[in-house]
Nanobody
């Protein structure tokens, strides 16, 4: 089992920045690929970004490419999501996820999930 806990959500104005963090515990963190997803009210869950176990590969959804950055620190058991140029349509609950397989895209099905952190982009 891997336990995940997100933090860093909040209210930010359009064009602003926010950094989310996800802390993992329970198993060897470097054995897991990590990803971020989000779910807006009334919408389906959306894959945002993923990073491989050693951090050598990253992948982004088109909707966030160039604005969001996923990174990990295997010594600290954390994965972060840096978000810049935020838009109102980025408003959602954001979740980190872990899996032994590096998966990307809308069909990515990760095994372990955090509880989520809310991000609201509004003036």
């Amino acid at each position: 089992q891997v336990q995940l806990r997100e933090s860093g959500g909040g209210l930010v104005q359009p064009g602003g920045s926010l950094r989310l963090s996800c802390a993992a515990s329970g198993r060897t963190f470097s054995n897991y690929a990590m990803a971020w997803f989000r779910q807006a009210p009334g919408k389906e869950r959306e894959f945002i970004a993923a990073i491989s176990r050693a951090g050598l590969r990253t992948y982004y959804a088109d909707s966030v490419k160039g604005r969001f950055t996923i990174s990990r620190d295997n010594a600290k058991n954390t994965v972060d999501l840096g978000m810049n140029s935020l838009k109102p349509e980025d408003t959602a609950d954001y979740y980190c996820a872990a899996d032994s397989v590096f998966m990307t895209g809308p069909l990515a099905d990760y095994d372990y999930w955090g509880q989520g952190t809310q991000v609201t982009v509004s003036s």
